[in-house]
């Protein structure tokens, strides 16, 4: 896997030197990183070109309402449909249908339809 930014292919230089036994007294991050990836992973991520990577890739924190909100919008159509069911549309249709001895008239001062039952 290339690296995505200069300073990572850098600290995966040093990664893959201390794996290979080059780099003495490495700090303590290195170390930890050293210990934790394999000695080929860690090369690959080295030998990655500089040329049109940024110098740093910033990551955005995900906080919990950013969670929410994504989980929310997958599962809004599910929801609906469990609201509702399989009469969604008619409960629809049934909030625009007439009442009995309902009639309803456009009123220009307000610019909508107006019924008499309100």
């Given at each position: ?84 069911g399989?009469?969604?549309d ?13 009639v ?14 309100d």
């Open positions: 896997m290339p690296a995505v930014s200069k300073a990572q292919q850098r600290f995966m230089g040093m990664v893959y030197a201390t794996k290979k036994g080059e780099m003495t007294n490495p700090s303590p991050e290195v170390a930890k990183a050293a210990a934790s990836i394999k000695k080929k992973d860690a090369k690959d991520f080295a030998s990655t070109k500089h040329k049109k990577l940024p110098e740093k890739v910033v990551s955005k924190e995900e906080t919990k309402y950013d969670r929410y909100d994504s989980e929310k919008k997958k599962f809004a159509k599910a929801d609906k449909k469990m609201k509702f399989k009469f969604y008619k409960a629809k249709e049934a909030k625009n249908k007439l009442r009995p001895g309902e309803k008239r456009y009123d220009k001062t307000l610019g909508k339809y107006v019924s008499n039952k």
